[in-house]
């Protein structure tokens, strides 16, 4: 059974950085598509960035673009996100998502196409 494990959250200052790992156990998949969603207190999962199973296509939420960037290291079997420029309003729990159709070339930023999820962990951004 696959297992997926966020790392790297914490409380950092409006303007700071964080680096997330997802680490995943139990299969490879490096033949899926992989995601990062958040969900703040009271608000509904959204969508952050996406990443094919070759790291060749990547999206972003218009609210991250430009300060995010999703990466895998599929060696590693392990997916990040680099929070650059971080705002209040980016403060929530990240979840890491695996895509469970293998080499699937389309995109997704709907939460119901990723079957495997994370625990998540906690970004706190103070003002």
């Known amino acids: 059974q696959v297992q997926l494990v966020e790392s790297g959250g914490g409380l950092v200052q409006a303007g700071g950085s964080l680096r997330l790992s997802c680490v995943v156990s139990?299969?490879?998949?490096?033949?899926?598509?992989m995601a990062w969603f958040r969900q703040a207190l009271g608000k509904e999962r959204e969508f952050v960035a996406a990443?094919?199973?070759?790291?060749?296509?990547?999206d972003y939420s218009d609210s991250v673009k430009g300060r995010f960037t999703i990466s895998r290291d599929n060696a590693k079997n392990t997916l990040y996100l680099q929070m650059n420029s971080l705002k209040p309003e980016d403060t929530a729990v990240y979840y890491c998502?695996?895509?469970?159709?293998?080499?699937?070339?389309?995109?997704?930023?709907?939460?119901?196409?990723?079957?495997?999820w994370g625990q998540g962990t906690q970004v706190t951004v103070s003002s």
């Open positions: 998502a695996a895509d469970g159709r293998p080499y699937y070339r389309g995109s997704s930023d709907r939460a119901a196409d990723f079957g495997s």
């Open positions: 990443i094919s199973w070759s790291g060749g296509s990547i």
């Open positions: 139990g299969r490879t998949v490096s033949r899926n598509n």
